[in-house]
């Protein structure tokens, strides 16, 4: 529930970070009035979740005709780094280097200074860093001050005592932030009123994650008094947005409230505690729950997702089990795209098992649990191969930070020695002609390079074929191979040839062309432990591993895209041969051939 609360909670803040550009835009955009108004803070931030690569073009160009600062540009380059790449050691870079320009520079746009700590907050949130999360948090908390950002303000305090609690000072996070609420809600601003109402979401959570079911209960009631002031008495509060509907907000900010309710009361009625209870005390306890949830369903919230996504644990442990599945099938069908391997995904399997063990389904509940720990498993692989990644990048941002420092240093002395040169133009030409040469010669040995690849490519082609064509004869048609068929077989099978089955099939189907395609996939499809599937690619072929195999598939693949399909952009022959990103694509096929894509179909293109 931790980890899945801090994606949730990160993620929110970057949806903040977005929004917060908004309101920033207008005053940007004075800048470049009169220019091209493509180039703006809200058309990048409106793609840089989907469309990453040409967001960042879109800050650049911003940045280059003065329609955004300098400073706002890399601060919007971090955000889309954090939420568009996912790379949060990148991110984590760009707002430490900001932070380390002249405080002159960084006066000069307090907003953006505010802004780019809280990106620093969310990003050390999702990454669990706690100590750095309290510093950055702290001082946002004072920027948000310093420029009226109340809801920040709350925002912030929400985090750092959802850090407190996780260490231990539980007591201290929750008075921490039941003051903040009500200093919030004294303040009488519609800011205030809204980020009170938010840091009771924090700490509602914290109160669900220690069984503090009483003290939620009161402060729902608390929630649900301050709602009918803010609805009753609107004129109170300064600065409500125009356009905006109070019944709307109390539509959505009661059901959200009379959900946690209903949860509280639920979690106190199958609670330990609870069965040394009187039975008519307990039984008020579920009646309660019900009366709380039947108040739930009066409002419109509770037919969204957010809601499915609240009550399921309420309906779980009200014997609901209707309500249950169909709050599960809705929940799997708008994320089926994200549920094959997550940690949502294992909370609701854990859920689903100790639903059908409670309705007398055995086998059904041992099958959700199995499948659990086969996923809980893949997932501690998954996040150390994360965990390796981001030092990885780490490391490199270093080495490139080194490798500019050391370019600077260079160019500074070019500059002093170029005075002194005094055969000027004689040394231009000398370099104009090494430099056509260098291009020539370049140019050559990628000819040269595109060739061979060509011909690797027919060659294994004709291989192919003439192997198809073996096979028909033998057999009369190409089937499915014909070493094992069941389970049993396959696991005698040595890696060798595991790995020949296996190679027939993902080449036969075209498996690799998808990026979604790794060892857990092959495990599910192929019903063997995820170490055999392993060992069949590490051990018996001369590839390292399955991601190995995998990238030189696609590879050759691509590579015969881009020499039979002039009409495809270099991004859609990446996406095409199962590539997830260009970056990727790029990379490897360098790595691999020596010569980049592009260089590679021009090649081809002139031969």
Known sequence: MKRKRIHFIGFTLLLMLAGCTDSHQQGANKQGDGRDTVYTEAKAMSIHLTDPDRAMVLIDSAVAIGNITWLRGQYLKGITQYGGFCNYAQARQTCLDLLNLPDAELSTDSFTLENIYKLLVSIEYTTANNATLIRYATETARLARAVGLSSDVGQMEGYIASVMASEGKTDESIGRLQKTIDELWQMNTFNSMIASYNTAGHLQHILLDHKRYGEMVELCEQTLKNIDEFVQHTDRFDGMPEGFDPKEFEDFARGQTLAFKTTAYARQYTSAEAGELKPVARAELLMKAREAEAEMFKTKWSETIDCDRMMISAYHHLGEFQRFDEAM?????????????????????????????????LAEAIGYMNRGHIIRDSLGQRNQREQLNELAT?????????????????????TIYAWFISAGLLAAIAFAAYF????????????????????????????????????????????????PTGNAS???????????????????????LDPQLDRQALVDRFSLPKERIGAAFAKGSSYKSLIEFLTDCRLLYAAKLLTERSDLSIAEVARNSGFPSLNTFGRNFKQKYAITPTQFREQQEQS
Do not use: C, W
């Open 436 to 483: 056509f040469y260098k291009r020539r010669e370049t140019s050559r040995k990628n000819r040269v390079l595109a060739r061979e690849i060509a011909e690797a490519i027919d060659y294994k082609d004709k291989y192919e074929a003439l192997k198809h064509l073996m096979t028909t004869v033998d057999g009369g048609e190409e089937s499915e191979p014909s070493l």
């Open 329 to 361: 099938a809705r929940l799997d069908a708008s994320m089926a795209d994200d549920d094959t391997i997550s940690y949502n995904f294992l909370i609701r399997l854990g859920l689903r098992s100790t639903a059908a063990q409670m309705r007398g389904r």
């Open 490 to 512: 396959l696991a005698n099978l040595s890696d060798k040839d595991l790995f020949a089955y296996l190679y027939q099939i993902i080449m036969r189907d075209k498996l690799f």
């Open 394 to 414: 780490v490391y490199h941002l270093q080495e490139e930070q080194q490798a500019r420092q050391q370019a600077e240093t260079e160019a500074h002395i070019m």
